[in-house]
């Protein structure tokens, strides 16, 4: 439109130099997210320092609600199981599921997505069909078979949130190489004798890069709601500590120690929010065309 | 001469960004009288279409609109609140886009667009209203009217959907009409019938007509007076045969210099050297003066005042004393 | 038309092919042989049903034999018996499924409906207040597990207000009929569809606010205000319109997530519909129930599917059925 017309002319490059942390950090709700993200990611790291105690162990009497023990600043459970150490620990196993679910997700779907758009035709067609598949049947309902098949223990429930998640991711690297696929470089490193899998790896996937960890930051956070979902039914690794079974135990004590499984509940919601807003920042850092409507 | 229908005194547009204050028009002032056709010409981002989205009150945010006077039919537009101005947008003064192929809802049927237009401003059944789109679409000679009336708009080409927009923009015989490059998006041929339609309009309900293009070729043709911008200023306006005869702005020059020769395509100005001046960072005298073959230091002091000339106005000092070989004004006018 | 139809039907049996595949692959990851896995843990099933197993599933046949016979089993809707709940699977399914649809049907329009509104909101007010408010709120609910959401409602609502009840479909002592029985199963649906709709409301909201914005961009909206057209109808008649399409779209990419959304809020309130079969199935460890539940949500989904793509050409002109 006119205003455009108007200021192409004018205005210098996106600030691209930049680095992309800054860039980040000037957004408010990033700078949130990101500082909620290495809040609880540090949380993770120190549990072991702070809590060295086994989380699931009974440490002192039950139903102490917080605040009413300084030594126990979130109070415990109705097994006498210390709060704040189950949150620590269940950072622990939520962040870990969380980002080896998505490298699972990513591995898949970008090998999908890749390989659909670069090759097209038959392939193309058998992979997205499959992709279709996966994204008809339920994924919560397909983690949940999974899971239960199996028996609950944290690679079945990592493989099985990893498994149901990438779809999406197919389809988006699939349109993002089908742009790149008949542009100018991969055609001239077609026409220089270059080999597919040098192609791919190094002038397509570098290419999708920026969309892939936006929706990657997103996986992370739907995987951890998946993980919590889990746990809440029952399917959580028995050995472990993790927030949606605590929530799933406080729930039977939902009339008297609501605390219980309050508590547990806003930390999922701190982590999901501070990955959505980091996903948020980073789309609108990594594509600030988009950004500025 | 009666009162002009559209009169602009001392237009001012501003978008007021993060970046800074990007002042888009500069003091404009044009008129047009009733039944004329006022080609407003320049470079892309020179201002001239966000001159004439500002006409309709249209400006986008963060677009400021300032200024003495907008008088459409003797009202100033710009005293009018919002929901006064939009009673006579549509009605009154009316505009035809660049891109006929997204100025269309694509979810809504030709008619039913058209139909709206004279729902809005009047009163009338929608009986009568379909009647008279139907009729439109007969008088913007889009054949087959009847069936035409209720595709949508993905079935028509685009020299048809402009057809369909110059429907909607006359469905109220407004005062004036602002046509913002309406053929740029078309092929040739579509282009000549479409400005050979908006001036029989014109000559039979008397609209004035506010033509914005780049391109010389069409303001040669279709219009009656000129008016030259260049980096949101007025820098020449003259009765259209005389700037072609005697151009006197040396950008109007470069301009017309610029023009390929008849029959030779469409004109794109890119052939004076430089660029336009960065509208955040504005040359203190005449912003075409980096660019200018004639410039002089004086050039870099001011800007030059609009003088009257040959029954026009130039903003260039030098404009009395340049002198145009006979030759050369020979090639012109051909 | 007749190719879509062709189309339709072939991925239909894509789909149905398909997930048959992946359940029966799933049974053979179990640990233990498919009789016992659909039988439930040992001891729990007699040895004559363990046969009976055995045999339908012909165990002692090459693998291709085996699939072969279960297609043959999941196409004429023979999902097997669900020795726990004494009864056939498909008939149990068919009994949950319209509580099920009735929790999904009225949390989806809960969504859409307020959701639409409010994105319809904040687009109109982008970058204003009510704007920062709406979409504040739209990413922390974004954010909060649908389990998690209705337990906290039932502590506000059910333990400290006690306004509405904390689980169940219907108050069974009360032995209502008619529209007493209909407002007695309104007043329990509240709280779950409340749960359920939330976190999809804020998904709508979110979609809603950046698709009414995209829309606001375009061209045709400049065309409709150079007509004069008041700024009410222009919301409606001509950005609404078109700011549904990815709305509707997006509809049936997430019904499968709503399922999933539907098994949890079932367990908080005791709704008794497919998800909290699916619930019970996994705590007896009746895989075979839990399999077919997932078979015939996946077969709604594909139908689902189905019923948007014909909304969505009614609503775009554009798009014919090819």
């Known amino acids: ?293 | 001469m009666s009162d002009p229908v559209l009169a602009v005194e001392r237009l001012n547009i501003s978008f007021h960004t993060r970046r800074g204050v990007l002042r888009a028009v500069r003091d404009l002032s044009f008129h047009v009288e009733r039944g004329e056709t006022l080609a407003i010409v320049g470079e892309s981002g020179c201002g001239k279409s966000i001159t004439a989205l500002s006409l309709l009150g249209l400006v986008p945010e963060p677009g400021r609109v300032e200024g003495d006077a907008v008088r459409l039919e003797g009202r100033n537009l710009l005293a009018l609140p919002e929901a006064k101005l939009r009673r006579l947008r549509g009605a009154r003064i009316a505009m035809i886009f660049q891109e006929p192929m997204t100025a269309l809802n694509p979810v809504l049927t030709v008619g039913e667009q058209i139909m709206e237009a004279i729902l809005e401003h009047e009163k009338v059944s929608r009986a009568a209203a379909r009647d008279r789109a139907l009729a439109l679409l007969e008088r913007v000679r889009i054949p087959d009217a009847k069936r035409r009336f209720s595709d949508y708009p993905h079935r028509l080409s685009g020299g048809m959907r402009q057809r369909v927009v110059i429907a909607m923009a006359l469905a109220l015989s407004p005062a004036v009409l602002v046509a913002d490059e309406p053929t740029t998006a078309l092929d040739v041929t579509i282009q000549a019938q479409i400005l050979e339609l908006i001036d029989e309009l014109k000559r039979e309900n008397g609209t004035a007509v506010v033509l914005i293009t780049h391109d010389l070729g069409v303001v040669a043709e279709h219009s009656d007076r000129v008016l030259v911008m260049y980096a949101g200023r007025k820098v020449e306006a003259r009765a259209t045969a005389d700037l072609f005869a005697r151009p006197l702005h040396p950008y109007t020059r470069g301009l017309i210099a610029a023009r390929p020769q008849p029959g030779g395509g469409r004109a794109r100005l890119a052939e004076i050297p430089g660029t336009v001046p960065s509208l955040f960072a504005m040359p203190a005298g005449c912003a075409f003066a980096p660019r200018c073959a004639v410039a002089e230091p004086a050039c870099g002091v001011a800007v030059p005042p609009l003088m009257p000339a040959e029954d026009g106005a130039v903003a260039c000092i030098r404009a009395g004393e340049i002198h145009v070989p006979e030759p050369a004004r020979e090639a012109l006018r051909a | 038309m007749a190719r879509y139809l062709r189309r339709t039907i072939a991925q239909i049996a894509f789909v149905i092919i398909g997930i048959a595949i992946i359940n029966f692959f799933l049974l053979r990851l179990a640990p233990g042989d498919a009789a016992q896995v659909m039988a439930g843990e040992a001891g729990s099933a007699t040895p004559e049903y363990m046969a009976a197993l055995r045999k339908q599933f012909g165990l002692d046949q090459p693998l291709y034999v085996q699939f072969f016979s279960y297609l043959k089993n999941v196409l004429t809707l023979n999902l097997g018996y669900s020795f726990r709940q004494g009864m056939p699977v498909s008939d149990l399914i068919l009994q949950r499924l319209p509580a099920t649809l009735l929790l999904m049907g009225t949390s989806i329009a809960f969504a859409v409906s307020i959701g639409g509104m409010l994105g319809l909101l904040a687009a109109r007010q982008a970058g204003k207040l009510a704007d920062t408010l709406i979409s504040a709120l739209a990413l922390l609910f974004y954010a909060t597990p649908v389990f998690w959401i209705g337990v906290m409602l039932v502590v506000v609502f059910s333990v400290l207000l006690d306004w509405l009840p904390v689980g169940g479909m219907a108050s069974v002592e009360a032995g209502l009929t008619g529209l007493a029985y209909a407002a007695d199963v309104g007043r329990h649906l509240i709280l779950p569809a409340t749960t359920l709709g939330l976190f999809y409301l804020a998904i709508y909201t979110r979609l809603m606010r950046a698709s009414m914005l995209e829309v606001y961009g375009q061209d045709f909206v400049r065309t409709a205000r150079a007509k004069g057209v008041r700024p009410r109808r222009i919301a409606v008649r001509h950005v609404l319109r078109n700011a549904l399409l990815p709305i509707v779209t997006t509809l049936g990419v997430q019904l499968g997530s709503i399922l999933g959304g539907a098994i949890l809020v079932e367990t908080v309130f005791a709704w008794p519909g497919l998800g909290r079969l699916a619930f019970e199935a996994l705590f007896q460890r009746d895989l075979n129930l839990l399999l077919g539940i997932l078979f015939c949500s996946s077969v709604v989904v594909v139908l689902v599917n189905l019923a948007v793509d014909l909304a969505y050409t009614a609503l775009d002109p554009r798009i014919e059925l090819s």
């Not at chain 1, 415990?76 to 950072?91: E, P, V, Y």
């Open chain 1, 1 to 293: 439109m006119t205003v455009f017309e108007i200021s192409a002319p004018a205005a210098p490059a996106p600030r691209a130099r930049d680095g992309l942390l800054l860039r980040l950090l000037r957004q408010p709700s990033a700078a949130v997210g990101l500082t909620l993200l290495v809040l609880i990611i540090a949380m993770a790291a120190s549990a072991n320092l702070v809590f060295p105690d086994d989380p699931l162990d009974m440490v002192t009497q039950p139903f102490l609600w917080p605040g009413e023990d300084a030594a126990y600043p979130l109070g415990t459970d109705m097994l006498g199981r210390d709060i704040a150490s189950g949150i620590f620990h269940g950072a622990r196993v939520s962040l870990l599921i969380g980002a080896v679910a998505t490298l699972v997700s990513l591995v898949i779907g970008v090998g999908t997505g890749a390989l659909s758009g670069y090759y097209g035709g038959r392939l193309d067609a058998v992979l997205m069909r499959v992709t279709e598949l996966f994204q008809t049947i339920p994924p919560f309902l397909f983690a949940l078979a999974i899971v239960a098949i199996l028996q609950p223990s944290i690679p079945t429930i990592t493989v099985a949130i990893g498994i149901t998640a990438w779809p999406s991711l197919a389809r988006l690297v699939r349109a993002e190489v089908l742009k790149l696929r008949h542009g100018e470089l991969v055609q001239a490193s077609i026409a220089l004798g270059a080999s597919d899998l040098r192609i791919i790896v190094l002038h397509i996937l570098p290419n999708t890069l920026a969309p892939v960890i936006v929706s990657a930051s997103i996986l992370v956070a739907s995987a951890i709601l998946t993980e919590s979902s889990l746990a809440f039914l029952g399917l959580g690794d028995p050995n472990v500590v993790s927030w949606g079974g605590m929530v799933g135990a406080g729930r039977e004590v939902l009339r008297t120690d609501w605390y219980v499984a309050t508590i547990p509940g806003l930390a999922i919601v701190t982590a999901v929010l501070a990955l959505n807003l980091l996903g948020d920042g980073l789309n609108d850092a990594l594509n600030p065309k988009e950004a500025a409507r």
